[in-house]
């Protein structure tokens, strides 16, 4: 794997009507961060040929919001990305990944984050970058870590919609297409 893009499912209702976890929506902000998100990622190079995604309702429906961004990547579902640690994540992602250069997980905090923040640390990234990431992980945010063979890992991107400023590269990219705001 080359590139690991850790994507927080975008903002959920709290409640699903029938009353499982497993079940709630996401809410209209949620839809807008993510597809904010997805063309953040779209415009800045990152293409995933692989993308696992949680079977939850709002990472299920998060994948909907940015997946006519990444229209070769392979899609899988997986039942080990629902509530998982870091290493319930790592685990789920062993098999899937052999061969693919550039996976995008969309799951769940604090799982997420940990990952994020263990592979860095272990990966000799900065300390800053470990801060960074320790800094928050609201929803929609998108953790972008470049991997290499021998373990070594370092951040290239950390980005929110709702935090972070849109570069004007995206911005007019949005004008062009039309997209809302």
């Known amino acids: ?17 029938g009353g499982s976890d ?10 807008r961060d993510a ?26 429906e998060t994948w909907d ?10 899609v899988e579902f997986l039942e080990g990305l629902y509530e998982a640690t870091p290493e319930d994540i790592e685990f789920a992602m062993a098999g899937p990944t ?22 860095l640390s272990e990966g000799g990234a900065s300390s800053e970058e470990v801060e960074k990431v320790a800094g928050g992980f609201p929803t929609s945010t998108v953790a972008v870590i470049a991997m290499r063979d021998d373990g070594a890992a370092r951040l290239e991107a950390l980005f929110n919609p709702r935090r972070d400023t849109l570069p004007p590269y995206v911005e007019a990219w949005d004008e062009e297409s039309g997209a809302g705001s």
Not at 36 to 60: C, K, N
């Open 22 to 31: 497993l079940e709630r929506p996401l809410e209209a902000v949620g839809r």
């Open 98 to 119: 052999k061969g693919a250069q550039d996976v995008l997980v969309i799951g769940h905090n604090p799982g997420m984050q940990e990952l994020a923040m263990n592979l």
């Open 65 to 74: 919001e940015v997946k006519d961004h990444f229209p070769r990547a392979r």
């Open 35 to 60: 597809e904010i998100s997805g063309r953040w990622m779209a415009a800045t190079g990152i293409a995933p040929d692989l993308v696992l995604v949680s079977p939850s309702a709002r990472t299920r």
């Open 1 to 17: 794997m080359r590139r690991l893009i850790l994507f927080r499912h975008a903002k959920a209702a709290h409640r699903a009507r």
